[in-house]
């Protein structure tokens, strides 16, 4: 859980600087280095859990195994899935 809160907690306080107070724009309307505390908080939610998810997973293989390939594998593992679509909106044209 405290590995959650430190995820959202910068969030959290660009969210309560935040001058504009504009809402939710487009993902097409929005930067994605400078807006990130403006996506919606349900965004925020499934990142934080597939997260969470990918670092029990990781922490699982590697008690089974080991070796820092197995570690790194699991990584690799996660990265490929979580980015698939990613890369199937940029790979798609």
């Not at 594998?73 to 990265?79: R, T, Y």
Request: positive net charge; aromatic residues 18%.
């Amino acid at each position: 859980m405290g590995l959650v809160a430190c995820n959202v907690l910068p969030v959290v306080i660009l969210r309560a600087r935040d001058e504009k107070k504009t809402g939710h724009s487009t993902i097409e309307g929005m930067n994605f280095f400078e807006d990130q505390h403006r996506f919606s908080s349900w965004v925020y939610g499934i990142a934080s859990g597939n997260m969470l998810f990918w670092t029990v997973f990781a922490w699982w293989v590697f008690s089974i195994n080991h070796s820092s390939a197995a570690l790194l594998s699991a990584q690799l593992f996660s990265f490929c899935l979580t980015y698939v679509p990613l890369w199937r909106r940029f790979l798609r044209s």
